[in-house]
């Protein structure tokens, strides 16, 4: 009986992970190099509806500015310290819950850093940084290297079964890219929770042709 339960358990996080990867939104927010200023009170202060999210509900003061959707999940965050010289910072996930507009500003408020970010840990695309005086300074593609794609990766997380719910909490997957010094190779990484091994699944993929390079288990930490 208890094998049964066990095993019940256990389709039913299979199920529920892929009705939640089936519904990933994958479409990327649009974004260039234009200089921006942030001023909040610019920014509409009552409940609005918008396509993409209806009946939002928006919090402003003097030093953030939150807005959240019916589910009362926060889509739009920006916020600084109350010490003199603090600057702006936040998110835009308007658009799409998993990827969205990541903005950094100086204290008088001009950007200073903006790149489309990914929820689950990495950097997509072109990302900008600017000089306090509102000068473009650099421009880093951070798809540079990558020809298997972040659509691709999300693709062989569906087909494998590992959830890419959004979660605040808990175990969670994450998904990071970075670059191996010692042989020059760009890897994808997916780290994902395995809950009947109690253990976190760790893939290292290719960034160029999508291989599984190796698989690592290490087990969820202990209290």
Partial sequence: MKRLIHIALVLLLIIQGCTTNK????????????IEKLEISNLPDEIRTSKTNKN????KTDNSYNVRNKDGKT?????KGYETGSAFSG????????????????????????GIYCWFGFKIGKWYTYSENGDLVSTEDFDNGFIY????????CQENGISLEKKESGYTTTISKYKS?????????IRYPNYEKKAYINIQIDG??????????????TD
């Fill in 149 to 156: 794609t972040n659509d691709q990766v999300f693709s062989y």
């Fill in 181 to 189: 010094i010692p042989d020059n190779k760009n890897y994808w990484v």
């Fill in 56 to 59: 939002t509900y928006i919090t």
């Fill in 23 to 34: 519904n990933i939104k994958t479409k990327k927010p649009a974004i260039n190099n234009s």
């Fill in 75 to 79: 889509i739009v965050y920006y916020s």
């Fill in 91 to 114: 998110y835009d996930y308007s658009e799409n819950p998993i990827i969205g507009i990541y903005k950094e500003f100086y204290p008088n408020n001009n950007i200073k850093i903006k």
């Fill in 208 to 221: 160029l042709n999508g291989s599984v390079v190796k698989t690592v288990e290490s087990p969820f930490p």
